[in-house]
């Protein structure tokens, strides 16, 4: 699965908008993109994952660059709720098994 | 309402003790996971089942073992052969779409040894 690099860390304003970036220089052509956030001590939440087309659900919006060389995760109005680490992973159409997370993204919202 | 329960939240082990956790979801997922994250650290994989009476290494299954009896539960036990068992114990199911596997995460175990 291809490297990512995200920032180490990022404050936000309550309210506002929260766009936390992800390099994936090295993506191929089959590799999908996936986010998944760790709210302190409790398991890692899946947010959402796209391979080229922008995407969005109830929880955020993941727009991924024409080249598929980065990307980045909206969470449209963040709350104090959404303090947490989020991690961008790149993985393989079809693979299945052990889900690499890096060091992430520690998004602090603050009021 | 469906999800993936891990029980219990905390957990403490005395030396030479073999302890259980708990993993169960009622998402029909066939494949089931577990992890165990160290403070500050990525999650590393322990082992995984893809289907009921079937399992697999992970990169740090030594000291550990499983089961999978049915496909709602995936219980974990930490042996005394574990030296460093004091770690965050992550269950995930999984399911498929369009090709694609995404993973699902329980709330966690924590277990700290006595």
């Known amino acids: 699965d291809a490297k990512t690099t995200q920032p180490p860390s990022m404050d936000c304003a309550e309210g506002r908008a929260a766009n936390l970036p992800c390099n994936h220089s090295?993506?191929?052509?089959?590799?999908?993109v996936y986010w998944y956030r760790q709210i302190h001590s409790q398991g890692p939440q899946y947010i959402i994952h796209?391979?080229?087309n922008n995407e969005t659900n109830e929880m955020a919006s993941l727009i991924i660059t024409e080249d598929r060389k980065s990307s980045t995760l909206i969470l449209p109005h963040a709350t104090l709720r959404d303090t947490a680490v989020y991690y961008c992973?790149?993985?393989?159409?079809?693979?299945?098994?052990?889900?690499?997370f890096g060091k992430g993204t520690k998004l602090s919202v603050k009021p | 309402d469906g999800g993936i329960t891990q029980s219990p939240k905390y957990l403490f082990r005395k030396e030479g003790q073999n302890v259980t956790l708990s993993c169960e979801q009622n998402?029909?997922?066939?494949?089931m996971y577990w992890y165990r994250q160290d403070p500050g650290q990525g999650l590393r994989l322990i082992y995984y089942?893809?289907?009921?009476?079937?399992?697999q290494k992970g990169d740090i299954a030594e000291g550990y073992s499983v089961s999978r009896e049915k496909k709602e539960s995936f219980p974990l036990t930490v042996t005394s052969a574990q030296k460093n068992p004091t770690a965050f114990y992550l269950c995930?199911?999984?399911?498929?779409?369009?090709?694609?596997?995404?993973?699902?995460f329980g709330p966690g175990t924590r277990l700290l040894v006595l």
């Open positions: 992973i790149v993985r393989v159409w079809g693979s299945q098994g052990n889900l690499i």
């Open positions: 998402l029909n997922h066939d494949a």
């Open positions: 995930a199911s999984s399911i498929w779409s369009g090709g694609q596997e995404t993973q699902y």
């Open positions: 089942s893809q289907i009921v009476n079937d399992f």
């Open positions: 796209g391979l080229k």
């Open positions: 090295t993506i191929s052509g089959n590799e999908y």
